[in-house]
């Protein structure tokens, strides 16, 4: 008698690939020294653990990750975070954007990004790729996915998320039959006539028990599954975009499924939707929970310290690892790793990023000489609604606050993004500055 046929998990014949987006400009000036997805999350994370922790959760170890803007801090983040062993055949890899004898330009979109690496991955065997992108915080088991996209036979599966009527003008918005196959796609529709033929009907709210009033419709999450050779075959072609070019034009000539989600998810690609994404985690019953250890989020291990807290008034806060706060008020604010906040200052709805380093008192000195604060928030500074960048030198006796001043507005010393203020990353405010 034959030995049984043994398959493959579906997650061995998986290889993942996260975009890494372009110059990011919707996150700028966080994006102005480092790539989107290295951008600080949460204290103590980065925004490509997002999508790198449900891939390992997932059971999904093989890993690329595509770039091309200022990609030194994403690349040491990487390599300090996610090395696997010998055994598991799993790898983090990153393919940064570069000139070859075929090619000498940038990646133009998102499936000009994935056909420029294209030789790379067939260097794998897999039968499914995964493409997800770096900006957005949710959490997911792809396994159920790919299950999905195996049961139904489709060749290229696209997760959607139920979004209500004044958000679906902002998405590429699916259309979908009794069997989840998508029948029509608009890209980020604008008039009310289309917008009323794309809602979700009432039958198909309840087969996915979809729930929450009002109009509901199927919005895109930029999370696709597709067939290896159906990969080849759609980007054998001059198209750059995967939303915007290949999903359109796969929809009417290959199965193209839907994979209904309905956990939370947000795409945290401006400064108003991260500063709102982090601010809620500061929440008592936050959106996103980074205390389920069942499905952890993972990220580099820095062995510092508990944070130390002499004598603060602390209410709605995540305070990281290694932090030393002295008779501050802080409210409703993410106080990021080794975060040195002086005697008597004040944060309401604060995200500081924290800092790379603690400052010898060498350094302390020759920048005291120097007329330039030591590393951190100064006391008796005021700050509201504002990001503060890492190794920020925030003086004494200083008020930051965006109130009164436009929605958006650069200057020499801070900028002002959708109505927040933000001190970029190594920024001086001197001594008793009042913005």
């Known amino acids: 008698m034959p030995p049984p046929k043994i398959i493959p998990d579906v997650s061995q014949r998986t290889l993942s690939i996260i975009m890494g987006g372009g110059q990011g400009t919707r996150l700028f000036p966080l994006t102005r020294e480092r790539a989107k997805p290295a951008v600080p999350l949460a204290g103590k994370y980065r925004l490509v653990d997002i999508p790198l922790s449900n891939c390992i959760n997932s059971g999904l170890k093989r890993v690329y990750l595509l770039t091309q803007f200022n990609s030194a801090s994403l690349h040491r983040h990487l390599s300090q975070s996610y090395t696997f062993d010998h055994f598991s055949g799993g790898f983090v890899g ?40 770096g900006d957005q915080l949710y959490r997911m088991d792809f396994r159920e996915v790919l299950a999905q996209h195996e049961a139904s036979k489709a060749d290229v599966t696209i997760a959607t998320i139920p979004v209500p009527r004044e958000a679906a003008n902002s998405l590429g918005i699916m259309q979908i039959d009794s069997e989840n196959r998508i029948v029509r796609f608009v890209e980020k529709p604008k008039e009310p006539e289309v917008l009323d033929t794309l809602k979700i009907s009432p039958e198909m709210m309840k087969r996915h028990a979809i729930e929450g009033g009002g109009e509901q419709y199927l919005a895109s999450m930029g999370i696709y599954v597709f067939n290896r050779e159906v990969l080849l075959r759609l980007l054998d072609n001059d198209l750059t975009d995967f939303g915007k070019h290949i999903i359109p034009n796969a929809i009417g000539n290959q199965r193209v499924f839907s994979y209904v989600f309905q956990g939370y998810w947000e795409d945290i690609g401006t400064i108003a939707s991260f500063f709102e994404a982090n601010l809620d985690i500061s929440s008592e019953l936050p959106k996103f929970n980074f205390f389920d250890m069942v499905r952890p989020i993972f990220t580099r291990p820095r062995f510092l310290p508990g944070s130390k807290i002499n004598g603060a008034q602390i209410d709605h806060a995540v305070v990281s690892d290694g932090c030393i706060i002295t008779r501050a008020q802080i409210a409703h604010a993410v106080i990021g790793v080794r975060s040195l906040i002086g005697e008597g200052a004040s944060l309401n709805r604060v995200v500081v990023m924290g800092n790379d380093y603690y400052e010898s008192a060498e350094s302390i000195t020759q920048n005291t000489e120097a007329g330039r604060p030591p590393v951190g928030i100064g006391p008796g500074t005021r700050i509201e609604n504002a990001i503060i960048d890492k190794n920020a030198r925030i003086g004494a006796n200083c008020v930051l606050s965006p109130k009164g001043k436009p929605e958006n507005l650069d200057h020499a010393l801070y900028h002002i993004r959708d109505g927040v203020l933000v001190v970029p990353k190594n920024g001086v405010i001197l001594d008793g500055t009042v913005v």
């Open 94 to 133: 990153i393919l940064a954007a570069e000139q070859t004898f075929s090619s000498s330009s940038w990646y133009q979109g998102t499936a000009d990004a994935v056909r420029k690496n294209i030789l790379h991955f067939l260097n794998h065997s897999f039968d499914y790729a995964l493409i997800l992108s």
